[in-house]
C-alpha cells in the first residue's frame, strides 16, 4: 500500500522510468490495435500504452490495478468484451 501511495505521487514519466528499473514486464497484449504493456511491482500491476506502441517512446497514458485477482478479474473482463 506505501508503494502505491509512493508511485501514484511521481509524474507518468518518472512512474514508467521505476517500472523498467524496479518492476517486471509481464507482457503485452493487443486492444482496438494498439499495445498495451503489463508490469508487475511487488503487488501492483500497471498497464502502460506508449506512443507508437514503443516502450522507448514517451507514455500515453497508464492504469494500475492492486492485487492479482483484481488483474485476473479485469483481465477475463476484457477477454470477453473482445469477442
Known amino acids: 500500500m506505501i508503494l502505491q501511495f509512493f508511485f501514484k505521487r511521481l509524474s507518468m514519466e518518472k ?3 521505476y517500472l523498467k528499473k524496479k518492476g517486471v514486464a ?3 497484449r493487443v486492444k482496438n490495435g494498439r499495445k498495451i504493456y503489463i ?3 511487488r503487488d501492483l500491476f500497471v498497464e502502460v500504452l506508449y ?3 514503443n516502450t522507448e ?3 500515453e497514458s497508464l492504469s494500475m490495478l492492486r492485487g492479482l485477482k483484481n ?3 479485469y483481465l477475463e473482463n476484457e477477454f470477453r468484451a473482445s469477442f
Open 71 to 73: 488483474l485476473n478479474e
Open 57 to 59: 517512446d514517451t507514455p
Open 26 to 28: 509481464l507482457g503485452a
Open 15 to 17: 512512474q514508467v522510468i
Open 39 to 41: 508490469y508487475m511491482l
Open 51 to 53: 506512443k507508437n506502441d
